[in-house]
């Protein structure tokens, strides 16, 4: 059986120290020339020489990975997230290991656990539990950055998008317009910052709002379009239904328009947008586009300040959406 070959051997077979070969598979290349390096990873190829990652990350307490939980790998916004944040990450050098809640606290929780008690140099999450739970399930002391669903107070850094501002901003467009009764379409309203911040931005300009909470996993279509037709049948007033969340548009808009067409009725329908399909269904929509892949890789730039020891760290950065 061949022996696997150690460093000791890549240093002897360069010609330099093992310092050297050290500082070269930590990316430090400031004290070596071009020349040394190249030598470093001729060796390397040539012995087919593995680093040893869990020595390392005893040496240099660092196992260049981030943790990235996120709250549901189906929704594109979150997929958007981690893409954003990976390509930082991997352009400084680290490495973005994902988890997904699947939009369950006690999944998060386990989750949690389970980080805690692994090397990871620092967790980017979009949470659903407060922080108080967070810390405690994740059982130590590592660099948290928070991206889309803030805390106020929060106790980490967080990278949230402007949720009021862009909500209040839709509703006063279709408020002028003549639409006065507001119909909310909506997860679980109060788990969720983000979704909370919404709807507070939409009532600080109307009273007249009914809202129509769905389960995300067991809501039936049917029984909720029965809801949504009812609002168009009985409401006297011109309705402007908004959706808090993407998959709602997706999901209700055609029914919504042609119940609103059959029953020659004004209805108007908005919401938060984070793909081009909701408009592809109906490119007269207006609509609220964020920028989950900006999110994302602020939230990484955050991260990496940390990491390095970089002055002036933003406590909270605002993403801002467009509506048009």
Request: hydrophobic content about 40%; glycine content about 4%.
């Amino acid at each position: 059986m061949t022996k696997k070959a150690n460093i000791k051997d890549v240093a002897n077979l360069a010609g330099v120290s093992i310092a050297t070969v050290s500082r070269y598979l930590n990316n430090d290349l400031s004290r070596m020339s071009e020349k040394t390096a190249q030598k470093v990873q001729d060796a390397i190829t040539k012995l087919r020489y593995t680093p040893n990652l869990a020595a390392r990350q005893m040496i240099t307490k660092s196992s260049k990975m981030i943790a990235v939980l996120i709250s549901n790998i189906d929704d594109y916004f979150s997929t958007e997230l981690f893409k954003g944040i990976s390509s930082i990450l991997e352009s400084k050098g680290y490495i973005a290991v994902m988890f997904d809640s699947n939009s369950d606290a006690d999944r998060e929780k386990k989750l949690l656990k389970t980080i805690g008690n692994r090397m990871f140099d620092g967790l980017i999450i979009q949470p659903i539990n407060d922080p108080h739970a967070i810390q405690e399930a994740l059982g130590c002391e590592i660099p948290i950055v928070v991206v889309d669903r803030g805390f106020h107070p929060n106790p980490w850094s967080q990278v949230v998008a402007d949720n009021y501002q862009s909500a209040q901003v839709a509703t006063k467009y279709f408020l002028d317009q003549g639409y006065k009764h507001v119909v909310v379409l909506t997860s679980e309203l109060n788990s969720i910052s983000s979704r909370l911040e919404r709807y507070q931005g939409i009532k600080s300009l109307t009273d007249n709002i009914d809202i129509i909470q769905i389960d995300e996993n067991t809501y039936n279509q049917s029984a909720i379009f029965a809801q949504l037709a009812e609002k168009i049948n009985n409401v006297d007033e011109d309705i402007l239904f908004f959706a808090l969340k993407e998959k709602w548009l997706l999901e209700f808009v055609p029914i919504l328009t042609m119940e609103a067409q059959k029953e020659h009725r004004r209805v108007a329908i908005t919401g938060f947008a984070d793909t081009k399909i909701v408009a592809q269904l109906d490119p007269e929509l207006h609509l609220v586009t964020q920028q989950p892949f900006l999110m994302g890789a602020s939230s990484a730039e955050l991260m990496i300040q940390i990491l390095t020891d970089k002055n002036d760290i933003p406590h909270e950065v605002i993403i801002e959406s467009n509506f048009k």
